[in-house]
């Protein structure tokens, strides 16, 4: 069963201290990996897509890194900021049967606090 | 700000009342998704639709009718609902079914009384 887990289940930092989330997943024959931002009662926004290939993929503040071996990625987020305050979602594409499937992780609850 | 609009932002219905939600995208996207959102979960795929034609249906109950009149519109017809099904309702889009990166819209929040 394709499954992602996405850990810690939830976070308080301070203003301006940095973190690391993770992501594990099962997911097999994998397409790619994505990490969004979803604020509160809003859409998910995308952070970040990475491929195979891909090791490492910034956005600003945010860092993404996928072992494509270990079937792990981490999302580094630098510098937080009070704005960061939102649930982070790991969500991996495979292919099955009926073509594609995206896998959600349950998501990292991030508070930063000032 | 999400180029996926989706209308209305909130929307409190009875149970046996007939409404729709509504969604909207201008990025020539040929994949059009609707997914259901309960708090604190992650979003529970519901219906894909790919080039205007439905190709996946998660078993969902038929008092949830979707619709796609265009390659840029796509609806969800409301009916006879029940309270469980309240949530936040999301509309997605991307270039590819396979591929595309999903861009989501900000919800529509269902309150089922």
């Known amino acids: 069963k394709n499954q992602v887990e996405q850990s810690p289940q939830s976070l308080i930092i301070l203003e301006g201290k940095n973190c690391t989330l993770q992501c594990n997943y099962t997911v097999s024959p994998f397409s790619n990996l994505r990490w969004y931002k979803q604020d509160t009662g809003r859409g998910p926004v995308s952070l970040t897509i990475?491929?195979?290939?891909?090791n490492t993929k910034s956005n600003g503040r945010y860092t993404a890194t996928l072992d494509a071996d270990t079937k792990q990625s981490s999302l580094h987020i630098t510098a937080s900021q009070l704005s960061d305050s939102a649930s982070y979602i790991c969500?991996?594409?495979?292919?099955?049967?009926?073509?594609?499937?995206?896998?959600f992780g349950k998501g990292t609850s991030l508070l930063v606090t000032p | 700000d999400t180029e996926v609009t989706q209308t209305p932002k909130h929307l409190v219905m009875g149970m046996t009342n007939k409404k729709s939600l509504k969604c909207e995208q201008h990025?020539?996207?040929?994949?059009m998704y609707w997914y259901k959102q309960k708090a604190k979960k992650p979003p529970e795929l519901m219906f894909v639709y790919s080039y205007e034609k439905l190709s996946i249906n998660e078993s969902v109950p038929s008092r949830f009718s979707p619709e796609c009149p265009n390659s840029s519109l796509l609806n969800l017809h409301l009916h006879a609902l029940q309270p469980e099904d309240s949530a936040l309702y999301l509309c997605?889009?991307?270039?590819?079914?396979?591929?595309?990166?999903?861009?989501f819209g900000e919800g529509s929040r269902l309150t089922v009384l």
């Open positions: 990025m020539g996207h040929r994949a």
């Open positions: 969500v991996v594409t495979g292919n099955s049967n009926s073509g594609y499937a995206l896998n």
């Open positions: 997605a889009s991307s270039q590819h079914r396979v591929t595309g990166e999903l861009f």
């Open positions: 990475m491929t195979f290939s891909e």
